[in-house]
């Protein structure tokens, strides 16, 4: 019994598993390579047919699933909505981190309805933005990156309760922004890490590919890539640095007003796992391990540098600068003769920049100084929810009888405006 | 659009596509041509699936390393298109074979490599 049309019928039978379009374009050749194959694996008998047979069909379904994934007519129709091939991953891994770190972040605000859906719709189109961005060029990532890094030396000391007595140097709304370009410049300094680390990556392998073919040729020039790649990956640890440094000076303020605590590892966590996301299914190779390392150890790290910040004490820190700042103050005294007239003189010589107390944002030293003597204190209270005021002497040297008291003028205009006698806890 | 100054940008290729595009290296082929030149070339050690082999072509195809000829004639009246490799084509192959030099290359430096 011929049994190769039967086979054949069957395989054509099969090919119609494929796309349509698939079918258009290669079915016939398809049933024709493989009568070819049938027709020789028939001479080699029976044995032959069937291990051709099998190969064929241990085949065939990845290739129909690859077919079909590949489908162009799928394919236009996903990118329509703009989930084609790995997005499609992506998408569904950012939706579930979204769903379970977003509703902390804008927690009762969010609610339900069309606030959830634009809260929806608004992190779809910025995952959809941060998947684009990574195809900028490199010159992009890296100047920003240098612009972002000077932002962040921006005192975090400036992220400040509005309408405080010690702000009245800005007005609304413009503290309203600034506290929004302090909170989110360490963000945008961890995406800007992140592509840095994708374009390094893939400056590595392009490289790795130019000197297997190009030879020794390829490695000389190599060199000046050599040292691009340098610039590209110190400024992505410089601003991963920075960016641990300004969260854990974020937390720090925090503390000194109503503390949020814990949420504010919420969106830099998302972030970093979008960015982990997006360079693990981007990057080639084994390259993906960066991505993977983004993922993991970027968020860890985060919590590490969030315990000890959370648990500082700021009465601790204000002494412990209050101590360095009178330190500055005897030296220049036994240099200059005299005490400096305002804490600026010290600097640079002696300090190369004055700290700030750690009791309510905004707030500067009070210090008066004479020739002899002087004074150096800070407004304090006595816990954030606290509305009175007074000043605390860190240190007095010389004879100060007959000053007002250290911070007066401040603590009793504030004091006029929001003291409470009536205020139940510590005094 | 393709830089054809940067084929090192496709590298490395996977086996099959190194040998599909190595069969062509020659002249046009048909699907059953290619079929067989890749198990000769590779000694055996290959033998591609008729869905495989389209699947691969189909791919190549999209991404213009290789063009499809006019149809002609073959045995039984069907069909038979042909193959060829497009400059692209062309210049990722000798990249390739550029790349797996170098890499032989290195490993005959250590004697060791080919014997261990």
Same mark, same amino acid.
Request: charged share 15%; hydrophobic share 45%.
């Given at each position: 019994?011929?049994?190769?049309?039967?086979?054949?019928?069957?395989?054509?039978?099969?090919?119609?598993?494929?796309?349509?379009?698939?079918?258009?374009?290669?079915?016939?050749?398809?049933?024709?390579?493989?009568?070819?194959?049938?027709?020789?694996?028939?001479?080699?008998?029976?044995?032959?047919?069937?291990?051709?047979?099998?190969?064929?069909?241990?085949?065939?379904?990845?290739?129909?699933?690859?077919?079909?994934?590949?489908?162009?007519?799928?394919?236009?129709?996903?990118?329509?909505?703009?989930?084609?091939?790995?997005?499609?991953?992506?998408?569904?891994?950012?939706?579930?981190?979204?769903?379970?770190?977003?509703?902390?972040?804008?927690?009762?605000?969010?609610?339900? =309805?069309?606030?959830?859906?634009?809260?929806?719709?608004?992190?779809?189109?910025?995952?959809?933005?941060?998947?684009?961005?990574?195809?900028?060029?490199?010159?992009?990532?890296?100047?920003?990156?240098?612009?972002?890094?000077?932002?962040?030396?921006?005192?975090?000391?400036?992220?400040?309760?509005?309408?405080?007595?010690?702000?009245?140097?800005?007005?609304?709304?413009?503290?309203?922004?600034?506290?929004?370009?302090?909170?989110?410049?360490?963000?945008?300094?961890?995406?800007?890490?992140?592509?840095?680390?994708?374009?390094?990556?893939?400056?590595?392998?392009?490289?790795?590919?130019?000197?297997?073919?190009? =030879?020794?040729?390829?490695?000389?020039?190599?060199?000046?890539?050599?040292?691009?790649?340098?610039?590209?990956?110190?400024?992505?640890?410089?601003?991963?640095?920075?960016?641990?440094?300004?969260?854990?000076?974020?937390?720090?303020?925090?503390?000194?007003?109503? #503390?949020?605590?814990?949420?504010?590892?919420?969106?830099?966590?998302?972030?970093?796992?979008?960015?982990?996301?997006?360079?693990?299914?981007?990057?080639?190779?084994?390259?993906?391990?960066?991505?993977?390392?983004?993922?993991?150890?970027?968020?860890?790290?985060?919590?590490?540098?969030?315990?000890?910040?959370?648990?500082?004490? #700021?009465?601790?820190?204000?002494?412990?600068?209050?101590?360095?700042?009178?330190?500055?103050?005897?030296?220049?005294?036994?240099?200059?003769?005299?005490?400096?007239?305002?804490?600026?003189?010290?600097?640079?010589?002696?300090?190369?920049?004055?700290?700030?107390?750690?009791?309510?944002?905004?707030?500067?030293?009070?210090?008066?100084?004479?020739?002899?003597?002087?004074?150096?204190?800070?407004?304090?209270?006595?816990?954030?929810?606290?509305?009175?005021?007074?000043?605390?002497?860190?240190?007095?040297?010389?004879?100060?009888? =007959?000053? #007002?008291?250290?911070?007066?003028?401040?603590?009793?205009?504030?004091?006029?405006?929001?003291?409470?006698?009536?205020?139940?806890?510590?005094? | 659009?393709?830089?054809?100054?940067? %084929?090192?940008?496709?590298? %490395?290729?996977?086996?099959?596509?190194?040998?599909?595009?190595?069969?062509?290296?020659?002249? %046009?082929?048909?699907?059953?041509?290619?079929?067989?030149?890749?198990?000769?070339?590779?000694?055996?050690?290959?033998?591609?699936?008729?869905?495989?082999?389209?699947?691969?072509?189909?791919?190549?195809?999209?991404?213009?390393?290789?063009?499809?000829?006019?149809?002609?004639?073959?045995?039984?009246?069907?069909?038979?298109?042909?193959?060829?490799?497009?400059?692209?084509?062309?210049?990722?192959?000798?990249?390739?074979?550029?790349?797996?030099?170098?890499?032989?290359?290195?490993?005959?430096?250590? %004697?060791?490599?080919?014997?261990?």
């Amino acid at each position: 019994m011929n049994v190769l049309p039967w086979i054949s019928r069957w395989y054509r039978r099969l090919i119609r598993l494929y796309p349509p379009s698939f079918q258009a374009d290669f079915g016939d050749e398809l049933a024709w390579v493989f009568d070819q194959a049938t027709e020789e694996a028939a001479h080699q008998g029976n044995s032959g047919l069937l291990r051709l047979c099998l190969h064929e069909l241990s085949d065939l379904p990845w290739n129909i699933l690859n077919q079909l994934w590949r489908n162009r007519e799928v394919n236009a129709m996903l990118e329509k909505f703009l989930i084609g091939g790995k997005r499609i991953v992506f998408y569904i891994v950012t939706l579930i981190t979204a769903l379970i770190f977003l509703p902390p972040i804008f927690g009762a605000r969010i609610g339900r =309805g069309w606030r959830l859906i634009a809260l929806l719709v608004g992190w779809f189109v910025f995952t959809t933005l941060a998947w684009q961005a990574r195809k900028l060029p490199i010159k992009v990532w890296f100047y920003t990156g240098l612009v972002v890094l000077a932002g962040l030396f921006w005192p975090t000391s400036f992220l400040i309760e509005s309408n405080f007595v010690f702000q009245d140097w800005l007005p609304q709304p413009y503290l309203g922004i600034l506290d929004v370009v302090i909170f989110l410049l360490p963000i945008l300094a961890l995406i800007i890490a992140a592509y840095l680390i994708y374009a390094a990556m893939k400056m590595i392998r392009e490289q790795q590919n130019k000197q297997a073919v190009q =030879g020794e040729v390829a490695s000389t020039r190599a060199g000046r890539g050599g040292w691009t790649l340098t610039y590209i990956l110190t400024l992505s640890i410089l601003l991963l640095v920075k960016f641990y440094h300004n969260l854990s000076g974020l937390i720090m303020w925090d503390n000194t007003y109503d #503390p949020i605590e814990f949420l504010w590892l919420f969106l830099p966590i998302l972030i970093a796992i979008l960015c982990g996301i997006i360079l693990l299914l981007n990057l080639p190779g084994k390259s993906k391990l960066a991505g993977l390392l983004f993922l993991l150890l970027v968020p860890a790290m985060m919590f590490i540098v969030y315990v000890p910040a959370v648990n500082i004490d #700021p009465h601790q820190v204000t002494t412990e600068r209050a101590e360095r700042l009178s330190y500055a103050i005897e030296n220049y005294y036994q240099r200059e003769g005299k005490y400096p007239q305002t804490l600026s003189q010290l600097v640079p010589r002696d300090r190369l920049f004055i700290p700030v107390p750690m009791i309510i944002n905004g707030q500067s030293w009070c210090y008066d100084a004479g020739l002899d003597y002087y004074r150096l204190g800070y407004v304090d209270r006595c816990h954030w929810s606290s509305p009175n005021f007074f000043g605390t002497v860190f240190k007095s040297v010389g004879d100060v009888s =007959g000053l #007002p008291a250290v911070c007066d003028a401040v603590v009793t205009a504030h004091n006029q405006q929001f003291s409470r006698d009536d205020f139940i806890g510590c005094k | 659009m393709n830089d054809l100054t940067q %084929p090192e940008q496709f590298l %490395p290729l996977t086996e099959a596509s190194y040998f599909i595009l190595l069969s062509l290296a020659h002249g %046009p082929a048909h699907g059953y041509g290619i079929l067989k030149s890749v198990q000769n070339l590779s000694e055996g050690r290959i033998t591609l699936s008729a869905g495989t082999l389209y699947g691969a072509l189909k791919r190549l195809l999209e991404d213009d390393w290789i063009e499809r000829l006019e149809s002609d004639e073959g045995a039984g009246g069907r069909e038979r298109k042909f193959y060829r490799l497009t400059g692209l084509g062309g210049s990722i192959l000798s990249a390739e074979t550029r790349r797996l030099q170098a890499l032989v290359r290195a490993a005959a430096r250590l %004697p060791g490599a080919l014997t261990a």
